[in-house]
Nanobody
Framework: QVQLVESGGGLVQPGGSLRLSCAAS????????MGWYRQAPGKQLELVAG???????NYDDSVKGRFTISRDNAINTVYLQMNSLEPEDTAVYYC???????????????WGQGTQVTVSS
């Protein structure tokens, strides 16, 4: 059974920083892309940042220059460093990983449970 466990959310003042972590565990053959999504109240789920297993990254325009995604393949973990946080960043953040658990099955997406990030004074 594969699990993605997130940590690092919380309450922070505008201009502050948070670091989210997401560790994948279980019988994993290979992890392809990993990423972070978020969903604010009343809004759709949106991609915040993604990273391939080779380290190529992409970001939503709203977070470029403020957020940094990275991963440690040795421990199946992806991180999201969030700096200069704004109230508009308030959302539930979800970790996503496209991974393969069996040589007989195609890779598919797995999701974490979500972690709340609230930016408020």
């Amino acid at each position: 059974q594969v699990q993605l466990v997130e940590s690092g959310g919380g309450l922070v003042q505008p201009g502050g920083s948070l670091r989210l972590s997401c560790a994948a565990s279980g019988s994993i053959l290979r992890i392809n892309a990993m990423g972070w999504y978020r969903q604010a109240p009343g809004k759709q789920l949106e991609l915040v940042a993604g990273i391939t297993n080779g380290g190529n990254t992409n970001y939503d325009d709203s977070v470029k220059g403020r957020f940094t995604i990275s991963r440690d393949n040795a421990i199946n973990t992806v991180y999201l460093q969030m700096n200069s946080l704004e109230p508009e960043d308030t959302a539930v953040y979800y970790c996503n990983a496209n991974l393969k658990i069996s040589p007989l099955r195609p890779a598919r997406d797995y999701w974490g449970q979500g972690t709340q990030v609230t930016v408020s004074s």
